[in-house]
T-cell receptor, first 110, second 111 residues
Framework: QQNVQQSPESLIVPEGARTSLNCTFS?????YFWWYRQHSGKAPKALM?????GEKEEGRFTIHLNKASLHFSLHIRDSQPSDSALYLC??????????FGTGTSLLVDP | DMKVTQMPRYLIKRMGENVLLECGQD?????MYWYRQDPGLGLQLIYI???????SEGDIPKGYRVSRKKREHFSLILDSAKTNQTSVYFC??????????FGPGTRLTVL
């Protein structure tokens, strides 16, 4: 059974800071790696995904994936108050099931 | 506009009553999901549906059943609800292994 862990549990950063969120997984056969963002009282919404080792950048957001170390991360450049949310990582392999982590709660202090 | 809807948004039931949560999507996605979200536990998969009448248990199916008779509609049923089923329930849909689109959630309280 896939085990997905996130760190830290919560984080407070000043506006404009670079933020790093971490996710580890247990199944080395995992193929799909997602970050979802959930604002308070709202539905989770996909932020970014990566399917092969390396780095992917979209605007202020960058994903790093290292399958050998069973780790991927999300980096936010120039953090904004609107980035304050619960960030959920998710991992999938064959089939359509995703296993979600328990989340990192991010607060960006203006 | 791609959309997943859920009804009702809020529901209060007494222990032992039956509960029906409904989900719809307008994207013709084959795959649909039911999750529950509890503080500190993240999103836990209850059931996954690959198409009409093609459903599989997720990680926590006990106490729940599902029904999918039309591709755009997926129901979650709690027969004789229990207090530990108080939670926020999310429905989602996806195209193959693509992005999962989530509904707004149903906050269920079982007294």
């Amino acid at each position: 059974q896939q085990n997905v862990q996130q760190s830290p549990e919560s984080l407070i950063v000043p506006e404009g800071a670079r933020t790093s969120l971490n996710c580890t997984f247990s199944d080395s056969a995992s193929q799909y790696f997602w970050w979802y963002r959930q604002h308070s009282g709202k539905a989770p919404k996909a932020l970014m995904s990566i399917f092969s080792n390396g780095e992917k950048e979209e605007g202020r957001f960058t994903i790093h994936l290292n399958k050998a170390s069973l780790h991927f991360s999300l980096h936010i450049r120039d953090s904004q108050p609107s980035d304050s949310a619960l960030y959920l990582c998710a991992v999938g392999n064959m089939g359509y099931k995703l296993t979600f982590g328990t989340g990192t709660s991010l607060l960006v202090d203006p | 506009d791609m959309k997943v809807t859920q009804m009702p948004r809020y529901l209060i039931k007494r222990m032992g009553e039956n509960v029906l949560l409904e989900c719809g999507q307008d994207m013709s996605h084959e795959t649909m999901y039911w999750y529950r979200q509890d503080p500190g536990l993240g999103l836990q998969l209850i059931y996954i549906s690959y198409d009409v009448d093609s459903n599989s248990e997720g990680d926590i199916p006990k106490g729940y059943r599902v029904s999918r008779k039309k591709r755009e509609h997926f129901s979650l049923i709690l027969d004789s609800a229990k207090t530990n089923q108080t939670s926020v329930y999310f429905c989602a849909s996806s195209l193959l292994q693509g992005e999962q689109y989530f509904g707004p959630g149903t906050r269920l309280t079982v007294l």
